[in-house]
């Protein structure tokens, strides 16, 4: 049932961003027909593409990433048509289902909006904060740790060998004890795929239809997911993630700034 409701309200809120894109993307087409400029003179001051800006004045979520970079799009937009962007665009919904209080056009005459969508946006943050309590929770422990019986902090990979042994390590073992300490997949668990971060990223990850977990992964974050049939990664900096399949060699997910949506199976192995 709570599921229901959570799918319930993104539902509503996919439809007020599409609604909301139109209404603020037919205005900026009207000022810039007015300003005689065409959306490739536009797209060299904001610097994004022509296509994109396309999709905004034609209210089209589909070829747009996600909500957080649509924004800064309007902003953009507005900002080069001589507004004042971030107060333009802070009336575009998020994903967070934040949403400023003042109307965009005419900048005099406050927006109405209908009591049930603000507890919309308190019901999605309560889902929020108990989804993210649960993925603290169910967090896996690194493999050295589970291997020994309980719970440390994983050793630092600036530890060196016991005076001891006389004997050097093979260049192997050293690499091994830096590598991701996520645990190899389970029986029944045929997808694995390790992430490594490299320039900060929004990320969405479902495991077998199921959300696992959707935010900002910061640089140098290393992150691990498993799934038995189907696993799904979307990125909004699809060229700042490290991507490996079940242990093998790690590669960029795509291209610098650009989103991008992988789907990994075990007929991918």
């Known amino acids: 049932m709570k599921q229901e409701q959570e799918e319930h309200i993104l539902s509503y809120l996919e439809q007020q961003r599409a609604e909301k894109l139109a209404e603020m993307g037919s205005y900026l087409r009207h000022l810039r027909e007015e300003q005689a400029l065409t959306l490739e003179e536009v797209a060299a001051r904001t610097k994004v593409q022509p296509r994109l800006l396309n999709a905004i004045e034609e209210g089209r979520l589909e070829p747009l990433p996600e909500p957080i970079y649509i924004k800064g799009f309007i902003q953009r937009y507005a900002d080069a048509l001589g507004l004042n962007g971030a107060e333009f665009a802070s009336v575009f919904p998020t994903a967070v289902g934040s949403q400023s209080k003042r109307s965009w056009r005419g900048w005099s005459t406050p927006q109405l909006k209908p009591v049930h969508l603000y507890l919309f946006y308190i019901l999605l943050v309560i889902g929020a904060v108990a989804g993210l309590s649960r993925l603290i929770e169910h967090s896996p422990a690194p493999v050295s ?19 001891k042994a006389n004997k050097p390590k093979p260049e192997g073992v050293e690499v091994a004890s830096t590598a991701p300490t996520a645990p190899v997949p389970k029986p029944g668990e045929a997808v694995r795929v390790e992430v490594e971060v490299k320039e900060e990223s929004w990320v969405r990850v479902k495991a077998d239809g199921k959300t696992e977990f959707e935010g900002t992964l910061k640089k140098g974050d290393k992150r691990a997911w498993t799934a038995k049939e189907e696993l799904v990664v979307r990125s909004g900096n699809a060229g700042g993630l490290l991507v490996a399949l079940n242990q093998e060699e790690a590669k960029p997910m795509g291209d610098l700034g650009q989103p991008k949506t992988v789907t990994f199976k075990p007929s991918d192995r």
Do not use: D, E
Request: hydrophobic share 25%.
């Open 145 to 163: 740790n589970v291997a020994a019986g309980k719970l440390s902090a994983p050793k630092s990979p600036t530890s060196r060998p016991s005076p």
